[in-house]
């Protein structure tokens, strides 16, 4: 079945260092990928998404890359702050046929002051 | 716009009681969906929907109901609880082609 792998399960970063998460996905008919951040207590939220018609997408200090060949997509934090720390969730689905959303197991981010 | 609710945010069964965990939506979404989140396990999907009348099995179905009666309410039912099924339960819907998921509070379940 359809499968999402992520990496690291946990990442401490100094403040105004750069993070990157990495997923990988193994269903080739996949064609959306967002990224969700959930702080301690609350739901997921989205912070940032791509298709698959897209190599790079970036949202300020956000960035997320797209490689379909090698079915790998990464999540870059740059500048860290206190507040990037959460958990973050990698996700795959195809948004045109099952609509079916899997989530890699996620990725605790820790920027130290 | 209310989004996606989600009832009850707490809930303690006994091993054996049934219950279910409610979800509606107002934002006219076909999509609807189930995942169940256990520390180090992720977001893990039970059931999910395309549609009223249309339910489909994801991950971890197993110990788990729905069905998808209207557009807006997608239950999750569960007959026979079992201590392995205590965790946090999230609600999610998405639709119009965004794409975006959106979730809802998350309904804490505990089974002794």
């Known amino acids: 079945g359809e499968n999402v792998e992520q990496h690291p399960s946990t990442l401490s970063v100094q403040e105004g260092d750069s993070a990157v998460i990495k997923c990988t996905y193994s269903?080739?008919?996949?064609?959306?990928f967002p990224w969700y951040k959930q702080e301690l207590g609350k739901r997921p939220q989205l912070i940032i998404d791509?298709?698959?018609?897209?190599g790079e997408k970036k949202d300020q200090r956000i960035a997320v890359t797209l490689n379909k060949t090698a079915k790998h997509f990464s999540l870059h934090i740059t500048e860290t702050q206190p507040e990037d720390s959460a958990v973050y969730f990698c996700?795959?689905?195809?948004?045109?046929?099952?609509?079916?959303?899997?989530f890699g197991t996620g990725t605790r981010l820790k920027v130290l002051a | 716009n209310a989004g996606v609710t989600q009832t009850p945010k707490f809930q303690v069964l006994k091993t054996g009681q049934s219950m279910t965990l409610q979800c509606a939506q107002d934002?006219?979404?076909?999509?609807m969906s189930w995942y169940r989140q256990d520390p180090g396990m992720g977001l893990r999907l039970i059931h999910y929907?395309?549609?009223?009348?249309?339910?489909d099995q994801g991950e971890v179905p197993n110990g788990y109901n729905v069905s998808r009666s209207t557009t807006e309410d997608f239950p999750l039912r569960l007959l026979s609880a079992a201590p392995s099924q205590t965790s946090v339960y999230f609600c999610?819907?998405?639709?119009?082609?965004?794409?975006?998921?959106?979730f809802g509070e998350g309904s804490r379940l505990t089974v002794l």
């Open positions: 996700a795959a689905t195809d948004l045109s046929g099952t609509y079916k959303y899997i």
């Open positions: 269903d080739s008919a996949s064609n959306y």
């Open positions: 791509i298709r698959s018609n897209v």
């Open positions: 934002m006219n979404h076909e999509y």
């Open positions: 929907s395309v549609g009223a009348g249309i339910t």
């Open positions: 999610a819907s998405a639709g119009g082609g965004t794409g975006e998921l959106f």
